[in-house]
């Protein structure tokens, strides 16, 4: 302990590894938080711990929105909070930089003892489109977007007539056939065919929901006939499972598996394990396949004072010799012994390697049936059930998310499923989009609500000619835009665009182009220069909202005649 101020502990992460570390850490250390010779601070992104189990129930609306989160504050009341991204963990000496919040500033915090708790992230690195298409499934605000996202998908299909669309719609893909995949696929399935029945044009047949796999058989860290029985039962319940499939790739209108196959659908998942966090990524630090490494007692080799914990570390079990697994039971054990260490490190005692034998694995399949091996006993259907509720009842951590959990639980068996759709999102003005090749970006006639920059591939421009039928007028690569006529022109396409090979592009909405254009006089110049090229269209009638022009009908004429005379 030093003399003269109180020792600093910091832990990084606010999921069940730094969670735990600093729970176990305010009990261990009671005395001398009293007495102001330990400080112990958390960073987190987030100022709650996401109960990542029960987020599959999210999406079936069976628990509230709020109820598998605990503010953090209340969890660990002696604790500061510092409710911030980490953007850089500087081991030498020994400082972590904080992104700027309200008021710009950055924030630097020293240590004394450094705890690395920062999990995995979400990556699709290598899978093109999958960023821009796929929904991810990792935190409180996917299991929502999931959750509405699905509602929206049964909305558009109970107004939209054309049968491809419909079933695009209606085809809900789910990647990944682990523990979260299983579940979120289960409680997917389960709530799209209940949520259904109060929509008057879907019908139930039409909905189809499918589980890609890329081994033989799901949930392989379970006994074969367990995860047999789950197969069986997702089949039984209307889940159709691509076993030995991988996901290859995205567009919003398809989920691209490897061997060239599509599913059509407006709705695909991604479970798939995450990367490295990219602050570990950038550690000087012994690591393994991203990985910080540790010492039997949680301690970084090399960085006295520096731990790490939960799926961020590579943690050899002592008693196995082998990898402790990422989980939450695992992650919550390893704040533990990592507080422990720290405690006897401070103190001067013995510190203990970290041991643990997972107590059991569980996985819901929702409608009330489970599978679940629990210290060495198998068990499936509504047993594996109850058991699965009633331990992670016990584990989720605050008595009010507790009775709330169960009291929705409850009503859920009497009520039918909430079909609201909350939008909680703002108005989305850039976006990426990824096209496949053959594909069509637009089609002529369409709304043009878009500008589109290519970032790499090619793409054809296509206009529809009296007795030519569709001709290809030009072809266009990355740096180059389209999608203006109609959409400076405020009319509708007045070409089709289809990508010649793999395509990302850049789509900004007219009104984020309306705010450059009107900003920034030399974008207004290019797209004058452009609009006279392409199709001779009047300079002054760029950068004007449509409202307040005019003279806009004018050279809409302009426009159109000059596409008709074949320009585009
Ligand atoms: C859908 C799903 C279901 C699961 N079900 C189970 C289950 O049934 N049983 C089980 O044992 N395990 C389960 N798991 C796994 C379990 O949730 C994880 O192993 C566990 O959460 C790991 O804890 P962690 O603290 O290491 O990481 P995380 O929980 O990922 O926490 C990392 C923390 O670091 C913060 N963070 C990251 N980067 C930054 C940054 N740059 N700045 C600020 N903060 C940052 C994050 O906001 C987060 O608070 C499930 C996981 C998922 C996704």
Known sequence: MNATRPTRILILGGGFGGVYTALNLETILKRELKRGEVEIGLVSRDNYLTFQPMLPEVVSGSIGILDTITPIRRLCPRTDLYTRAIEEIDLERRRVTLAAGVGSRQLQLGYDHLVIALGNVTTFAGQSGLSEHALPFKYLGDALALRNHAIHALEEADIER??????????????GGGFSGVEAVAELNDFVRSAARSFRNVRPEEIRVVLLHAGGLILPELPKNLAEFAQRLLMKRGVEL??????AGATAE???????????TRTLVS????????VVASLNCPKDRGRVLTDPYLEVPGNPGVWAVGDCALIMDAATGEASPPTAQHATREGRCAAENIAATIRGSAKRAFAFKALGKMGSLGHRSAVAEVFGLKLSGFLAWWLWRTVYLMKLPGLDRKIRVAVDWTLDLLLPSDIVQLRTERAVSLRREHFEAGQAIFQEGDHGDWLYIIEDGEVEVRKFIAGQGETPIRRLGPGDCFGEIALLGDHVRTASTHSLTSANVLAIDRDACQALLSTLPPLRDFFNRLLEERVGMRPESVGMRPESRNALDVSNDVTAHTIQEGAR
């Not at 054309?162 to 990647?175: H, I, N």
């Not at 691509?242 to 996901?247: G, Q």
């Not at 398809?254 to 059509?264: N, P, S, V």
Request: net charge positive; proline share 8%.
């Open 271 to 278: 479970t798939v394990p995450g990367g490295p966090n990219p």
């Open 254 to 264: 398809a989920a691209l598996l490897t061997r060239g196959e599509r599913i059509e």
């Open 242 to 247: 691509r076993l030995n499939t991988r996901l």
């Open 162 to 175: 054309e049968a491809k669309a419909r079933s695009g719609l209606l085809t809900f893909v789910v990647a």
